[in-house]
């Protein structure tokens, strides 16, 4: 993986969302795919995109983005509630109840950072050791290696790692509902952000720990 300032170059990354430089109301991503991501809401600002708790942004429902193993999804976000289990990224449904359908993603409840993954018959959430700030930049995010072996979940806040263990092996790829990848929002039952996310990304491998520390040192200047 090679980053810089304003461009990163890995064959794994899926999906590269800068928000303080997409402006618009729809806009193509940064990774060399090219997802067309429509924005609900979600107002561009210079740190970018503010959301109130009904906006979210649709990237798509490429292949790519279904990713069922192993992967990483990291962001820069600035949180200003916690109401509502607030969904970060994410693909497929973020929601317990929704068991069936399938999905993985970043949530927080409570000011704590969690993952959500369904797999199509059970839906688990694994609380990370880390509780979030209000009104504070901070860099989230997980890798997983497609496992239930112990430390197969590796969550990220800042440059503290926790390791976890991850109650599923899969994950299903074709999703009945919310059958996207979205920014802002847990599911079609709720769960929107409160804040801005400033970027986010998601790689089809496991970040090792020196690369997700890269990846924060050399875009934390826009943040803090």
């Excluded at 997409?22 to 991501?37: I, N, Q, R, V």
Aim: hydrophobic residues 35%.
């Amino acid at each position: 993986m090679k980053v810089k300032k304003n461009f990163i170059y890995d064959p794994s990354l899926v999906l590269f969302l800068p928000l303080y430089e997409l402006d618009g109301t729809s806009f193509m991503d940064k990774s060399h795919y090219g997802h067309l991501a429509t924005v609900t809401g979600a107002l561009w600002r210079p740190d970018g995109r503010s959301f109130d708790g009904d906006d979210y942004i649709n990237c798509g429902t490429a292949d790519i983005l279904r990713q069922t193993g192993a992967q990483s999804m990291f962001a820069w976000i600035k949180p200003t509630s916690w109401d509502g289990t607030p969904g970060i990224m994410g693909r497929g449904s973020m929601a317990t109840s929704n068991t069936s359908q399938g999905g993985i993603g970043l949530f927080i409840s409570a000011g704590v950072l969690y993952l959500q993954h369904n797999d199509g018959v059970t839906s688990s959430n694994t609380a990370s050791a880390f509780t979030l700030s209000l009104n504070t930049w901070q860099y989230v995010g997980f890798t997983w290696d497609g496992t239930t072996n112990a430390g197969g979940l590796v969550f990220y806040l800042n440059e503290v790692a926790d390791s976890k263990t991850c109650p599923v092996a899969s994950i299903i790829a074709n999703p009945t509902d919310d059958d996207f990848f979205k920014l802002g929002r847990r599911s079609s039952l709720g769960g929107y952000f409160y804040g801005t996310i400033g970027e986010g990304l998601h790689h089809s491998r496991v970040l090792t720990a020196s690369e997700a520390q890269q990846t924060r040192l050399v875009t934390k200047w826009r943040y803090v």
